[in-house]
């Protein structure tokens, strides 16, 4: 079975740091890698995916780097807003067109 | 176009009873999840379906079934609830690809 660790379990960054979570996965993986962001009392929402063939991915402030061959992948927020402050969760495709997602960053960031 | 929808959003269950959540999307999405949040345990899938009248198990089936009569509808059973059912059940959707899943609101379900 799958296994995605995440890290780290929560952080607290001043406006305008970068946070930088990350993910790893131990198993062969499918397809795009994504990224959810989930606000309280709300369901998650895809933030951003990466191709597998590719090793950064960029989408207004969010970036996802990619290390297919360390079976890796991070999500870096530039210039990050208290707007940003949510739980982010990293997720693995597997076989089966099923994902199976990381234990989750609750990250605040601080005016 | 209202999405992926859940109900009840809140539900209070006593050990022993049984009950059924509903999740409804408008989108003709072929693929449907059903998901259990935990707190520090991320999203853990429950059951899901790939088609109209097709549901396989997940990674912690045990004590759910699932039914996909309709293709727009997903249910979730809770045979005997056990305390160890508390959780926020999400419920997903997806079109070709798993990576791209489109969430409801979630359903609070508290077994006493």
């Known amino acids: 079975q799958q296994q995605v660790k995440q890290s780290p379990q929560s952080l607290i960054v001043q406006k305008g740091g970068i946070p930088i979570i990350n993910c790893a996965y131990e198993n062969t993986a499918f397809d795009y890698f994504p990224w959810y962001q989930q606000f309280p009392g709300k369901g998650p929402a895809l933030l951003i995916a990466?191709?597998?063939?590719?090793s950064e991915k960029k989408e207004g402030r969010f970036t996802i780097s990619f290390n297919k061959s360390a079976k890796q992948f991070s999500l870096h927020i530039m210039d990050s807003q208290p707007g940003d402050s949510a739980t982010y969760f990293c997720a693995v495709n597997n076989a089966g067109n099923m994902l199976t997602f990381g234990g989750g960053t609750r990250l605040m960031v601080k005016p | 176009n209202a999405g992926v929808t859940q109900t009840p959003k809140f539900r209070v269950l006593k050990t022993g009873q049984s009950m059924t959540l509903l999740c409804a999307q408008d989108?003709?999405?072929?693929?449907m999840y059903w998901y259990r949040q935990d707190p520090g345990m991320g999203l853990r899938l429950i059951h899901y379906s790939v088609g109209e009248g097709t549901t396989a198990k997940g990674e912690v089936p045990d004590g759910y079934n699932v039914s996909r009569l309709k293709k727009q509808n997903f249910l979730l059973g809770l045979e005997s609830a056990a305390p160890s059912q508390t959780s926020v059940y999400f419920c997903a959707s997806s079109y070709l690809s798993a990576y791209e899943q489109f969430f409801g609101p979630g359903t609070r379900l508290t077994v006493l």
């Open positions: 989108m003709n999405h072929e693929y």
């Open positions: 990466i191709r597998p063939d590719v």
